[in-house]
């Protein structure tokens, strides 16, 4: 999700005063109850060692806002008073350097950072009264709720794009394992000229007798499995050479053979 140039600027704000040493409060009013001169963004310092300064900005990305902001220079007056620091934080070419007032400092965002042009000045604020403390309590309590809804937001969308990201490697998986299969079957195809569709592949029967002849022909082969079937031959005149000794041996012993020696002994 890309956020709008101001968006980005303030992006970067919050990272950059961040708690445990800041709080940062956009859309400042001067006090509750109405009023004008809103801060487009005021930091508070909360370190005791940092004497709890108060730093006013004011955020600009188009130069036609920022020109039409110094028509108009009491604007800032209402939150600037209570301000140790003033400061224009803008895009590159937005705002001119001469330009400033002699109070303001100014900080480009370049690169995703925030470079300091000009200094900003040391002030003398004005002591935080009663009305603009109940601005800072009341921003405070309703950027809790916005942060909340950020984070939410946040989580979902990663949670989305993981999830997003388990799907499409899936998908590239089942491809590939697809790929592989269909690989596989036009080979098969290819070496035994059948087809294997919906009810091509051969029976199981025939299957499992390829299965057994394979097992015999690594068994019986005794020059290695490159021979083939080539000892089935050899298999068979090994049995006919056998049955012809029997046979010398029977004539022999003058016993006939085809079960003749057991009808002459029952006899």
Partial sequence: MSLSPTETVRAILRQRFAPPEWVLLEELAPKTGGGTGYADAVAMNLWKSRGYAVCGMEIKVHRGDWLRELKKPAKAEDVFRYCNTWTVVALPGVVQAVELPVTWGLTEVQGGRLIEIVKAPALEPDPLDRPFVASLMRR???????????????????????????????????????????????????????????????????????????????????????IGFAFLGTLADNLQHAAQVVREALAEADVEGDGECAKKEAR
């Fill in 140 to 226: 405070g309590f309703a950027q809790i709720d916005k942060l909340v809804e950020l984070r939410q937001r946040q989580a979902i969308a990663d949670a989305h794009e993981k999830i997003e990201a388990r799907i499409t490697s899936e998908v590239e998986r089942r491809t590939h394992r697809y790929e592989d299969l269909k690989k596989a079957v036009a080979e098969w195809e290819a070496a035994t000229g059948l087809t294997f569709g919906r009810y091509g592949g051969p029976a199981r029967e025939i299957i499992q007798m390829a299965q057994h002849l394979e097992r015999l022909r690594f068994q019986f082969a005794d020059n290695g499995p490159d």
